[in-house]
């Protein structure tokens, strides 16, 4: 009876933000799937990315995450590489339980 207590708890505290701003009602919220960005006056990465949002942001989002993921695997080689240059041990660790 405890834990459905507690779990009961947690869940009215994970679900209080959203009921809290949900009462609030819609005020002036800006619908983001119509949102434009200005191209004019930006990069020429800045104009690529701006227009791919614009024009289709499915597209946009599949090419952010895939390039997140690669940012992450250069980060994680990267800082492989330095660590076994610094001369720490960076293989898979085997686990005995």
Do not use: C
């Not at 959203?18 to 104009?47: C, H, Y």
């Not at 499915?58 to 980060?75: E, R, S, Y």
């Amino acid at each position: 009876m405890k834990r459905l207590a507690v779990l009961i708890i947690n869940v009215v505290l994970l679900a209080m933000p959203t009921l809290v701003w949900a009462a609030g009602g819609e005020k002036d919220v800006p619908d983001m799937a119509t949102r434009q960005v200005k191209v004019e006056g930006l990069s020429f990465i800045n104009a690529f990315f701006a227009g791919w949002y614009n024009s289709n942001k499915l597209v946009f989002a599949i090419i952010v995450t895939v390039i997140m993921g690669v940012v992450g695997g250069i980060i994680a080689v990267g800082t492989d590489l330095i660590l076994k240059l610094i001369g720490m041990d960076v293989s898979k660790i085997e686990h005995h339980e």
